[in-house]
């Protein structure tokens, strides 16, 4: 994961080492190579230079050559600025409401439908909880489908309307089966398209005010860099969510999503995707996360 990332970080501080007395400029270069990481790592310029600018400022305040390790005390800045970066505290999830709606938001192909089950599963065996899964995609017969093979897998029911074009009735009407049912949770997959349009944004608008759910959670692929982080604020304009969810992290991602996307929208990343498999899910901790960028 941001294998990338780590090497070039490691790198940045090996700039420290081997130094008998480490001077400014070697903290300047330090840092230089720090923000050029970021960049890599396809940060957005703005969020890589303010980051930079913050980890220089408290090695001034903190008097960083006069410390007897110096190299140690800088890596320790940049971890608490990139925990601080991805959110700082971990994020739970609000799981208040009798039942309690979750609506899921994101682009086609993001992994949405994945990881409505995955939560399922999640809520399921980790909190004891009676799921349900909604399907709301009236557009392609086949992600319907998927919700049930889903469902199938971690035995989990899912409600769906297939002669139904109306998203707004199915959630409403999949509450009240829940509600007659002893569900406890109702998680709502809805449709997405492959690049943010008019249409869909209305659409979930709608569902999202006739449904109030507690927690609307906005699924993003990790793979996509910068995209991501655009995507995150146009669903954010419109449904203002409660939190984010990066998928695909197991795969060759650089980390710029992770890394730019709280400070972008400022909401917090709850959970990650690491794998195709049910069970792939995990919470995320930002301060773990960054000390495993940093090795
Ligand atoms: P949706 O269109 O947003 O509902 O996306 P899907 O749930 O259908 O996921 C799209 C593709 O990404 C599928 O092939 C999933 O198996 C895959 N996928 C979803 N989440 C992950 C993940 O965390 N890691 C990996 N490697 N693949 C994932």
Redesign the pocket.
């Known amino acids: 994961m941001f294998d990338n990332l780590s090497d070039k970080l490691d790198k940045a501080f090996h700039i420290l080492k081997g130094h008998g007395k480490i001077t400014e400029v070697n903290v300047a270069d330090t840092l230089k190579e720090v923000r050029r990481a970021l960049l890599d790592a396809d940060v957005n310029f703005k969020i890589a230079k303010d980051f930079t600018a913050k980890v220089k400022e408290k090695a001034i305040g903190q008097d960083v050559l006069t410390t007897l390790q110096p190299g140690q005390l800088l890596v320790k800045l940049v971890k608490d600025e990139l925990t601080e970066l991805m959110g700082g505290d971990v994020a739970g999830i609000n799981l208040s409401g009798t039942p309690t709606v979750i609506l899921m938001s994101?682009?086609?192909?993001?992994?949405?439908?994945?990881?409505s089950g995955k939560l399922a599963n999640f809520l399921k065996t980790k909190k004891n909880k009676k799921p349900l899964l909604v399907a709301c995609d009236i557009y392609r017969p086949a992600?319907i489908n998927?919700l049930h093979v889903v469902g199938d897998q971690i035995g989990v029911e899912v409600y769906s309307e297939p002669e139904n074009k109306n998203p707004v009735e199915i959630a409403q009407n999949a509450i009240k089966h829940a509600k007659a049912n002893g569900f406890n949770v109702v998680i709502v997959d809805t449709a997405?398209r492959l690049a943010v349009d008019q249409e869909m944004m209305d659409e979930i608008a709608r569902v999202h005010k006739a449904i109030q759910p507690q927690e609307t959670l906005f699924?993003v692929d990790s793979m996509t860099g910068q995209d991501a982080v655009n995507t995150a604020k146009a669903f954010n304009d419109i449904l203002n969510f409660d939190g984010v969810i990066l998928?695909?992290?197991?795969?060759d991602t650089r980390g710029g999503a992770a890394l730019s996307i709280k400070s972008i929208v400022n909401k917090p990343i709850k959970f990650v995707?690491?794998?195709?498999k049910m069970e792939?899910i995990d919470v995320f901790y930002p301060e773990r996360m960054a000390e495993r960028i940093l090795g």
């Open positions: 994101g682009l086609q192909g993001s992994g949405k439908t994945t990881f992600a998927q997405g699924v998928t695909k992290l197991d795969g995707g690491t794998g195709e792939a």
